[in-house]
């Protein structure tokens, strides 16, 4: 069963920016497209960004530009390089397969407040 955590979250003022990482357990990791998702309170999970196996990452218009998505398959850790954050972007964020299938880890919170 693949274990997901999540790190790098924080508070951060609006216009800055965070990387976060995601390692995944498990020597499946590498077959398969990886996501990172989003929670926002009193809203649904959404989905950020898609990195394919062969590295091709596809984003949400609402982080477009100002996110990207990379994996390093030797560590089986996806990371998201978040800039000129705003405070719409506040949400507990989650990586999980494309499908959405593995179990969800912790999570890390992202505050963007001034």
């Known amino acids: 069963q693949v274990h997901l955590v999540e790190s790098g979250g924080g508070l951060v003022q609006p216009g800055g920016s965070l990387r976060l990482s995601c390692a995944a357990s498990g020597s499946i990791f590498n077959l398969n497209a990886m996501s990172w998702y989003r929670q926002a309170p009193g809203k649904q999970r959404e989905l950020v960004a898609t990195?394919?196996?062969?590295?091709?990452?596809n984003y949400a218009d609402s982080v477009n530009g100002r996110a990207t998505i990379s994996r390093d398959n030797a560590k089986n850790t996806v990371y998201l390089q978040m800039n000129f954050l705003k405070v719409e972007d506040t949400a507990v964020y989650y990586c999980?397969?494309?499908?959405?299938?593995?179990?969800w880890g912790q999570g890390t919170q992202v505050t963007v407040s001034s």
């Open positions: 999980n397969n494309d499908l959405a299938n593995w179990p």
């Open positions: 990195i394919s196996r062969g590295g091709r990452g």
